[in-house]
């Protein structure tokens, strides 16, 4: 009964099912006495890690389930995708599309555009607000207008079907777009003029332009936070096309074992930031991931959210984000518990609660980073040393590749003594769960020495993988 | 600021596009401006580009950057980001990544001057470059280059060229030697199947990030209960894809792939004549 249903989930648009699917994802707020939607985008991120990391393995009934929406809800979802097919997204490159219609299978030998991006990019808007944005944008890529010249472009160039804007709707967007940088007003004086913000492309020559391309293009791929970094070369790529550099200009770059599901979990990182900034606590629901990857249905009906659910609140101190598996975490301080860690894609429902005194804040801040000081990634536990021999591989190979990885990713250990054939690697670290996976990753050419308990796990754990591959024995 | 900002939402984007404008936000100029603080943003421009960047940013208002002073506080996200397990950065920007892509951008060849492993130099290695390759793994900058006079497909250090020169290239030339490195690349994919055992299906989030570095697809087999990952790799990967398999230790289980196979079986046996003084 394996996969019935593998090729024909994802033959879409992706904006398309973020669309479809947000209809009965909004959460619900109360405020004063009314019910005011606002938009939440866990569902979609959740969605989007289960196809990124799961792509393929589950049908239908088991895909729904999953995702707590019905059958009936999924299908017309698909039909609603399907239609849309012909629409595909101008984002993709040709590469991408045809992956999509396999599943979210990421091709990384082709492209370097990250394609889960889209999720940032879901932000709902009415038809008639995007029109009246757009038109404000462009009428000021290349001169400077006042509210009443923009008054009178809408009037004239919006669809007849959408209303004119009057004056007041215009100054609130101009309002909004001159808060988030895309514009910027000049003058003193009423009227103000105002201009797309625009400089840092318009002063760039062609060249310049390309290593700005270049800059964000490796910096976005290779450090942490990625995303606005991302967003930043979506922009540039169309300036360097709309300039007529050539079209393999932006393809000339590439990144190998990139967790490319990491920019999901940036979604939380700025309301996290926020938090910690002003000292505030945070409440939310978390669904551990270690119940597999299911996601309980969440009722979209106000009056029986949050009843069934366990609502955490901690004071949030720190981000760890954990290079070997590309998974991010939060670290707070729970009155109950101490020091408390949750995987950043199990968080739902953010919100900031009230804040802390700063002394509070900074002696939380001081036990935590010291309960984390020997954490390989963040484990706490009892604090050990941890002794292994290190075999170094043939000599005629020319590097010294065993003791080059050991040196890059041995975090704080110490190499304590060497010979021709080997060397031995200390360090004091919190427990051995986190650290035992990358000493075993080394295979043969690593030898744990202490404590005994762990060579004697060791011995073990290769004893059961030897009998994985053992060849069957026939019986004749 | 909220990375869910409407301007960023995709009707805009392609409406914008079909205008030939564009919208810059401040949080993305932020962001650059934090990055460009790194030391090796110097390998990245020439410098009166970056004192040019740098001007034009330090222009800019950040309206965050008025919270921030009102807390007393930086406001750099990046403050609270602790990175763990990170392999040691060996570089970040390398300074021939300028100068291989304008000649990788004008469809040329070029002419390698390559330090060799065991000290001294190979000069004069004719080929086509065809891509810059940043491994995450190692942190490091590749040149993936197709050598012409020994027909080979070559995954070259850009810290072992020693000097690069570009060559001319006819376009026929080009178009020709392109293809067969497609052929080539397509020929060097492998296929392998790894099984998650039943037992360990409760860490099946962990198991599968741990592969999400590769071009995968999932498979479930209901009867079983069985997850299998059908992973695309090159053939030179196989190596990283090992260590991968042996982090996950019992969790994981090679089905299909007889190299990975093999190696598995020779490695298990190999780690136990390790410790065979004691119990072998």
Known sequence: MAKVWRANIFPFAPHAVLDTMKQSWHSFDMLGGTIVARESFDKEIQFLRLVALAGGAYNRQQFASRLGISVHTLDKTVRSLKQTLSLSSPHLTAEQSTELTEGLRYNYYESADPLLLFLYRAKSLKESESIRLTLLVSSLQERELTAKDLQDICSEQMPADVPAPDEKTIRGDLKYLEEIGVIARSGESRPYRYRAANDLIDQLTDDELLDLFDFVDVTANTQVPSVQGYLLRDTLKKVLRGRGIHALAADTHRYKYHYHSRILDEAHLYTIFNAVRQRKKLHFVYLAPRKGLNYASKNTNPLYEKESRNVTTILPLRVVFDHQYGRWYLIGYNDRTGIAKFRMEGLTQLEEGESVPEAEFENKLGRVLEQLENSWVTDTLRTLKVVARFYNPDHRSGVNFVRERVQAQGQWGKITEESEESFVFEIQVNGIYEIKPWLRSFGSSCEVLEPAWLRKEFISDWKEIASYYEPVRQNF | ?280
Not at chain 2, 18 to 44: I, N, V
């Open chain 2, 1 to 280: 600021m909220s990375l869910f900002d409407k301007i960023f939402n995709y009707q805009i984007i392609s409406r914008l596009d079909e205008t030939g404008s564009f919208a810059l936000t401040s949080q993305e100029r932020t962001w650059l401006r934090t990055m460009l603080g790194h030391p090796e943003a110097e390998a990245a421009f020439a410098p009166e580009t970056l004192v040019k960047l740098r001007h034009l940013l330090g222009m800019e208002e950040a309206p965050d950057m008025d919270d921030a002073a009102s807390s007393g506080m930086d406001g750099d996200v990046r403050d609270i980001i602790i990175e763990k397990a990170r392999s040691r950065q060996r570089q970040v920007y390398h300074p021939l990544l300028r100068p291989l892509r304008r000649i990788m951008m004008a469809s040329g060849g070029v002419r390698l001057t390559v330090r060799l492993k065991h000290g001294g130099i190979k000069e004069n290695q004719g080929g086509l470059p065809c891509k810059l390759e940043y491994n995450m793994a190692k942190r490091e900058w590749y040149l993936l280059w197709y050598d012409t006079r020994n027909r080979s497909l070559m995954s070259t250090r850009l810290h072992h060229i020693a000097a690069v020169e570009p060559s001319e290239l006819a376009p026929e030339r080009f178009q020709e030697l392109t293809e067969r490195v497609a052929k080539l690349m397509e020929a060097r994919k492998k296929q392998a199947v790894i099984g998650i055992l039943p037992n360990y299906n409760s860490e099946l989030s962990r198991i599968l990030y741990a592969f999400s570095c590769f071009e995968k697809s999932v498979s479930y087999d209901e009867t079983a209960d069985q997850y299998r990952i059908h992973v695309t790799y090159l053939a030179d990967e196989s190596e990283f894809l090992l260590s991968r398999i042996r982090f996950l230790g019992l969790r994981v289980r090679v089905l299909e792939g007889g190299h990975l196979k093999h190696r598995m079986r020779q490695t298990a046996s190999w780690a136990l004549a390790r410790y065979q003084t004691e119990d072998a």
